[in-house]
């Protein structure tokens, strides 16, 4: 296994398992040496899986702004509601997608997360944000392009004050405290706990839940009805991460999860045939 392979796991460092060992403890599994992972992802490959995934992601939300503000003549109920919507099932579906490759973060407050618990080292953690940055930029500029509009173009709605900042720190608290607790008690319903979550908070935040960095920084290229003040997005990103900051240490001790240990590179097991032959050996 090279040195940029690992165990796939969720967005919220659990291991995911194919269907046959899918009722074995996925931590136990995990911690099981007698296991090889069946299918170990190199870092390469999820990185591009983050960056595609967070394009998507974006362009999801960003598009679906554009094309209900458009065909609902500015209403802004219509065009939350279809934001809400198609937010949570487009979430569901590239959650679901993308899982297995690299765990589907898709945000850099769930990659931090994921560090904070042992599922990712630095430079992994690094790599994923990075990915996600750039995928967030090519996700406007694709929605852009379908709608005739510039490739990117500052914001220009204010959004800026404690009230917001709040929002924005407890919507991603309970994102973060709902993918641990879910991930750790009811793995295989992940997508669709965080894809509710995220629908309900288009609703019940003052700053629409964006609950995802990389989202931030897509308003801030966007024009468009999503779109907000590049002076504006420093105060969201870092309410965001607070939120993650605090939800991850309180919502791993709720829900008695172990910490989750990044696997270390392995050698190829040199040792399992002499083993059997030893096996042999003794039976004779």
Do not use: K
């Not at 379908?146 to 919507?171: I, K």
């Amino acid at each position: 296994m090279g040195e940029g392979s690992t165990l796939p796991r969720d967005a919220f460092g659990i291991v995911r398992l194919p269907p046959l060992m899918a009722t074995v403890s996925p931590l136990r599994a995990a911690a099981s040496a007698s296991s090889p992972a069946p299918s170990a992802v190199s870092l390469a490959r999820r990185v591009v899986a983050e960056a595609l995934g967070t394009a998507l992601l974006i362009a999801v939300v960003i598009g679906t702004g554009i094309h209900a503000n458009r065909i609902s003549s500015g209403d802004a109920t219509w065009t939350l509601l279809a934001q809400s919507l198609a937010g949570g099932a487009g979430l569901l579906a590239l959650l679901t997608v993308f899982a297995p490759v690299s765990g589907a973060h898709l945000n850099p407050a769930v990659t931090l997360s994921a560090a904070l618990q042992g599922g990712l080292r630095a430079r992994e953690a690094l790599a994923y944000v990075a990915a996600q940055t750039v995928g967030a930029a090519l996700g406007v500029a694709a929605m852009h392009a379908m709608y005739g509009m510039a490739v990117w173009s500052a914001g220009t709605h204010a959004a800026t004050g404690g009230a917001l900042w709040w929002s924005e720190a407890l919507a991603t608290f309970g994102l973060i405290g709902a993918g641990i607790a879910c991930g750790r008690h009811a793995p295989r319903h992940l997508p669709a706990v965080v894809a509710a979550y995220i629908a309900a908070g288009y609703w019940f935040t003052s700053s629409s839940s964006l609950a995802n960095p990389a989202l931030a920084f897509a308003c801030a290229l966007t024009d468009g009805p999503s779109g907000i003040r590049p002076e504006d997005v420093p105060g969201y990103m870092l309410a965001q991460l607070a939120g993650a900051l605090l939800a991850t240490p309180l919502f791993r001790w709720l829900a008695g999860a172990e910490p989750a240990r990044a696997p270390r590179p392995v050698a190829a097991r040199t040792d399992a045939l002499p083993m059997r032959r030893q096996a042999t050996g003794r039976s004779a």
